[in-house]
């Protein structure tokens, strides 16, 4: 069965091209990848699912939306404050964490151009954590370990 996929242009977002894909009723953030030789200034994505969150609180403020994001605590020590986490395909900062939740601010730009900003608590989200800490993390593991 052929899958019927519309794409539309939405802009720039945190100087990132940013297009949403309408897929099947359901829509999917897609971004370009960087540039080999471009200039890095964002967070390291690679597009993996590693585990799923559901959205406990949005609260709206008059400059940004503060969303807390449940997730299994096995995933929690790779969220960092003020590191990165992809949330259903969007790269955000994280603004605080705890055990097995963390937050995140939805400034407009984000609001505007992904799916993110119809989020409502109950839904459930992808989630991709920081890959360098997975990496991190492996290499603490096998250190001292010759091959």
């Known amino acids: 069965m052929p899958v019927n996929i519309q794409a539309s242009w939405v802009g720039w977002g945190s100087g990132v091209a940013c297009a949403v894909l309408a897929v099947r009723d359901h829509e999917r953030q897609v971004e370009r990848a960087l540039a080999v030789g471009g200039r890095y200034g964002g967070h390291v994505v690679q597009g993996h ?5 559901t959205v406990l609180s949005r609260t709206p403020g008059p400059r940004w939306d503060d969303v807390e994001i449940g997730l299994d605590p096995a995933l929690a020590r ?11 395909g969007v790269s955000l900062t994280v603004t ?12 407009p730009t984000t609001l505007a151009v992904t799916t993110l900003g ?30």
Do not use: C, M, Q, W
Not at 49 to 53: A, E, I, N, T
Not at 138 to 145: E, H, I, K, S, V
């Open 96 to 107: 605080h964490v705890g055990d097995d939740s963390f937050g995140v601010s939805l400034i």
């Open 49 to 53: 699912v590693d585990g799923v969150g």
């Open 78 to 88: 790779y969220v960092a404050e003020k590191g990165s986490i992809t949330v259903s």
């Open 118 to 147: 119809t989020l409502a608590p109950g839904a459930r989200v992808n989630l991709e954590v920081d890959v360098l800490a997975k990496y991190t993390e492996r290499l603490l593991a096998t250190a001292g370990t010759a091959r």
